[in-house]
């Protein structure tokens, strides 16, 4: 099990320490799961106080023993209560802070009541946007778990053409499938900051299940199983000659890696084949141009300019009204961090981001066709960390045994 080291925690302190008093904030109370792990290395349910200066507190609840085993910082206690965090702040030293941030873009609203009840008198301020900051520029650490991950993608991507038969269900195929990866050390969960967004593993989905939207925030949707999860593999029959769209992410040690593949029994349409083409094109183009300094919405346009160019403007994204707007996304302990390349978005980007780059044109009742490759931002543009071929996988096998 790899436990985050204190030199690398120590690191993300410090940057996070120098926004807060650039924000004038005296500091930072966090509870979410995955800020949490970020700032101490564990998750078990605590609550962690980074002052604007000086040495984070981590207070634990559940599981004491094991915040104290898997974080690396030096002062971790225990506490049964919110209520007593202002107490433990005084009996180990901390001045009370005046502007205290929180993560008030996910912390539900009858939980801040509640706090706003028992910090009275402390103005809580939104530090969601100091910690995404924070966390959108990946040390060689983090790139490391990145890398672990991308090879948990390619084992799987592999695997596909010796499952996929005609006749399979799409959620029996994606099942294989998703062994494989569990089996390659993929941690099972995947984590969304927007609110009522989940996910489970990925999307894997045949033909016309490809082109059926949905309310996840994707190019794709897909029908799922039934309405109360209603994206993803449905019990559709796979058949030769359609589009079979893999989209999984893939995570280990918390971190990241969104990679899509396009697989077929016999042959593609040539019109499926060529738009696939210019979608790597585009995917290509955008990797290249994605240096320090621009910014998210500038590589959107890049991405929409070339689409037009090659008469998908219509089908980039998705159809009509539930086109999305962006070509890709940050990722890291989330799937959807800083940056986005998104239609307005002003961040400029910077080395050491990590995105995920997706173009995808999508079909009325055909189905949809594109790539997704994770990458880091470098000085000479984005280097890919997700692995293996762009192309068309095209899989022999006509009947099932």
Same mark, same amino acid.
């Given at each position: 099990?790899?436990?985050?080291?204190?030199?690398?925690?120590?690191?993300?302190?410090?940057?996070?320490?120098?926004?807060?008093?650039?924000?004038?904030?005296?500091?930072?109370?966090?509870?979410?799961?995955?800020?949490?792990?970020?700032?101490?290395?564990?998750?078990?349910?605590?609550?962690?106080? +980074?002052?604007?200066?000086?040495?984070?507190?981590?207070?634990?609840?559940?599981?004491?023993?094991?915040?104290?085993?898997?974080?690396?910082?030096?002062? %971790?206690?225990?506490?049964?209560?919110?209520?007593?965090?202002?107490?433990?702040?005084?009996?180990?030293?901390?001045?009370?802070?005046?502007?205290?941030?929180?993560?008030?873009? %996910?912390?539900?609203?009858?939980?801040?009541?509640?706090?706003?009840?028992?910090?009275?008198? +402390?103005?809580?301020? =939104?530090?969601?946007?100091?910690?995404?900051?924070?966390?959108? &520029?990946?040390?060689?650490?983090?790139?490391?778990?990145?890398?672990?991950?991308?090879?948990?993608?390619?084992?799987?991507?592999?695997?596909?053409?010796?499952?996929? &038969?005609? /006749? +399979?269900?799409?959620?029996?195929?994606?099942?294989?499938?998703? !062994?494989?990866?569990?089996?390659?050390?993929?941690?099972?969960? &995947?984590?969304?900051?927007?609110?009522?967004?989940?996910?489970?593993?990925?999307?894997?989905?045949? /033909?016309?299940?490809?082109?059926?939207?949905?309310?996840?925030?994707?190019?794709?949707?897909?029908?799922?199983?039934?309405?109360?999860?209603?994206?993803?593999?449905?019990?559709?029959?796979?058949?030769?000659?359609?589009?079979?769209?893999?989209?999984?992410?893939?995570?280990?040690?918390?971190?990241?890696?969104?990679?899509?593949?396009?697989?077929?029994?016999?042959?593609?349409? =040539?019109?499926?084949?060529?738009?696939?083409?210019?979608?790597?094109?585009?995917?290509?183009?955008? !990797?290249?141009?994605?240096?320090?300094? +621009?910014?998210?919405?500038?590589?959107?346009?890049?991405?929409?300019?070339?689409?037009?160019?090659?008469?998908?403007?219509?089908?980039?994204?998705?159809?009509?009204?539930?086109?999305?707007?962006?070509?890709?996304?940050? &990722?890291?302990?989330?799937?959807?961090?800083?940056?986005?390349?998104?239609?307005?978005?002003?961040?400029?980007?910077?080395?050491?981001?990590?995105? !995920?780059?997706?173009?995808?044109?999508?079909?009325?009742?055909?189905?949809?066709?594109?790539?997704?490759?994770?990458? #880091?931002?470098?000085?000479?543009? !984005?280097?890919?960390?997700?692995? /293996?071929?762009?192309?068309?996988?095209? #899989?022999?096998?006509?009947?099932?045994?």
């Amino acid at each position: 099990m790899a436990y985050t080291p204190k030199s690398e925690l120590d690191a993300r302190t410090a940057k996070f320490q120098a926004l807060l008093a650039e924000s004038e904030l005296d500091g930072a109370l966090i509870i979410q799961n995955a800020d949490l792990y970020y700032f101490a290395g564990t998750t078990q349910q605590s609550h962690l106080y +980074i002052p604007h200066d000086g040495a984070p507190l981590l207070m634990t609840r559940k599981s004491f023993p094991r915040a104290r085993a898997e974080s690396a910082l030096d002062c %971790v206690v225990p506490f049964s209560s919110p209520r007593e965090v202002l107490g433990i702040l005084q009996e180990r030293g901390y001045a009370l802070p005046k502007r205290m941030g929180m993560e008030l873009d %996910v912390l539900p609203a009858n939980t801040f009541l509640s706090y706003r009840e028992i910090f009275n008198g +402390i103005e809580l301020v =939104d530090a969601s946007p100091l910690i995404r900051k924070t966390r959108a &520029v990946k040390s060689e650490y983090e790139l490391a778990a990145l890398r672990r991950a991308a090879l948990i993608g390619e084992k799987t991507m592999r695997a596909m053409p010796n499952y996929l &038969v005609e /006749g +399979i269900s799409e959620i029996e195929l994606a099942g294989k499938l998703e !062994a494989i990866a569990r089996g390659a050390g993929h941690q099972g969960s &995947v984590k969304f900051r927007l609110w009522n967004n989940d996910m489970f593993y990925g999307h894997l989905m045949a /033909g016309k299940s490809a082109a059926m939207p949905s309310y996840l925030s994707s190019p794709t949707g897909g029908p799922g199983l039934s309405p109360a999860f209603a994206q993803g593999s449905s019990k559709r029959k796979i058949r030769r000659g359609e589009p079979i769209l893999f989209d999984y992410v893939f995570v280990t040690d918390g971190y990241i890696v969104d990679q899509t593949r396009i697989f077929a029994i016999g042959k593609l349409p =040539d019109k499926l084949m060529r738009a696939h083409d210019a979608m790597i094109e585009i995917q290509n183009a955008v !990797a290249s141009a994605a240096k320090p300094g +621009i910014t998210g919405g500038e590589l959107f346009q890049l991405a929409v300019n070339l689409a037009r160019q090659h008469g998908y403007e219509e089908n980039f994204g998705g159809l009509g009204s539930d086109r999305i707007n962006f070509v890709g996304h940050g &990722v890291g302990l989330e799937l959807d961090e800083f940056p986005f390349l998104a239609k307005g978005h002003t961040m400029p980007l910077e080395i050491g981001m990590v995105i !995920a780059i997706e173009p995808k044109v999508t079909f009325a009742k055909v189905g949809t066709v594109g790539i997704e490759n994770t990458f #880091v931002v470098t000085e000479r543009g !984005a280097k890919r960390i997700s692995r /293996g071929s762009d192309e068309i996988v095209i #899989v022999k096998k006509t009947v099932r045994p």
